[in-house]
């Protein structure tokens, strides 16, 4: 009898293939999740960094800033401040909110975080940007202020405005980037505004400001402001200069001043800087002219101007009695004197000069 063959043999010695490839298969999905973790972790860092960073609130603070939103910037939490921050930093709490306006910014551009540092609960940003034609840095200070979901909010820990402490002597009205101000509008005297004093004004910080003087009597270049550091002082003084026409004016009123004082037929001109003295009788009422006007210059004097002393030369014709014998004679005399002058600007702009002076 022969034994049946129940089927070919399994060869000896061949490793199975199905574990083999389920190990490799799940060695490769977990390289391939330990990939898409670290991408999700660097895009999450990413976006972080790029939206939902300190750095990232401040650039959107400076963009607003660049696209001249004044009133989105002033809204960014920590911008805004009341009277009682600004005397906590030392500042006038009555600064004027004037210049917290579109129409007076200059854009920031090119603006980038080149620091963050962190300081217990505070991060200190620091920003490099380009105001106008120069170059500025400024540091930040930021604080958290709460979630919105799982993303951090942030605010100014302390406000990004600063205060523009402006002098303008020789003119009430001047402008800032182009937008003009009257200090009896902003000032919180009025129409009874001293025109010497400090106006305090905020400013948005950083921001370059230009202050200038352009108006019939009195004008001046522009005095550029960057104002880079958070909450300070920054003063400015600005001189402006009386106008070619505004000193024209001047000079044709010292001349109808002294042509009128002329026209009095007395030795002594009332109210006139000339005059002259004789020791007899005079025969004839005498006859003035005015030989040599006076050149006139204008100075600044406080809130008004000055005219300085000018040289001038009358000329007397009299008819002089002898108090002696009775004789008469024909005196002509040159009377040098001196010219000089106040001059006060009027709140309607006009300008009152009161003419004085001296004989030499």
């Not at 930021?142 to 402006?166: K, M, N």
């Not at 002089?320 to 005196?331: E, K, L, Y």
Request: proline share 7%.
């Amino acid at each position: 009898m022969h034994a049946t063959d129940g089927g070919p043999a399994a060869p000896t010695g061949a490793a199975p293939t199905r574990p083999r490839r389920l190990a490799r298969d799940l060695t490769i999905l977990g390289v391939v999740g330990l990939l898409l973790l670290a991408a999700l972790g660097a895009g999450a860092a990413a976006a972080y960094r790029e939206l939902y960073s300190p750095g990232a609130f401040v650039l959107h603070y400076l963009e607003l800033l660049e696209d001249r939103r004044a009133a989105e910037a002033l809204a960014v939490p920590g911008v805004a401040v009341d009277s009682a921050e600004l005397e906590a930093a030392g500042l006038p709490a009555t600064a004027s909110e004037a210049l917290l306006r579109t129409s007076a910014l200059q854009p920031i551009t090119d603006a980038r975080v080149t620091d963050e540092a962190v300081d217990a609960d505070v991060t200190h940003v620091t920003v490099e940007y380009r105001a106008g034609g120069y170059d500025g840095r400024t540091r930040f200070a930021i604080r958290q202020d709460g979630w919105t979901g799982v993303v951090p909010r942030w605010r100014f820990d302390v406000s990004p405005l600063a205060v523009v402490d402006l002098t303008v002597r020789g003119s009430m009205r001047f402008s800032v980037n182009g937008f003009e101000v009257d200090k009896r509008q902003v000032s919180i005297d009025g129409v009874d505004a001293d025109p010497t004093a400090a106006l305090p004004l905020l400013v948005f910080s950083p921001g370059l400001y230009s202050v200038a003087v352009d108006t019939a009597i009195s004008a001046t270049p522009g005095v550029a402001i960057l104002a880079d550091s958070p909450l300070t002082n920054v003063p400015v003084d600005v001189q402006a200069d009386p106008t070619e026409e505004f000193v024209s004016v001047v000079q044709q009123r010292v001349e109808d001043f002294l042509t009128a004082c002329a026209e009095q037929k007395v030795l002594q001109p009332t109210g006139c800087p000339f005059g002259f003295t004789v020791r007899n009788r005079i025969d004839d009422a005498p006859t003035w002219s005015i030989v040599e006007q006076p050149t006139v210059s204008v100075v600044p004097d406080g809130a008004g101007w000055r005219i300085p002393s000018a040289p001038a030369v009358a000329r007397i014709e009299v008819d002089i009695r002898s108090i002696f014998d009775g004789s008469v004679r024909t005196a002509e005399e040159e009377v040098r004197f001196t010219v000089d002058g106040q001059i006060t600007v009027q709140p309607d702009g006009s300008a009152s000069i009161a003419v004085g002076g001296r004989v030499d």
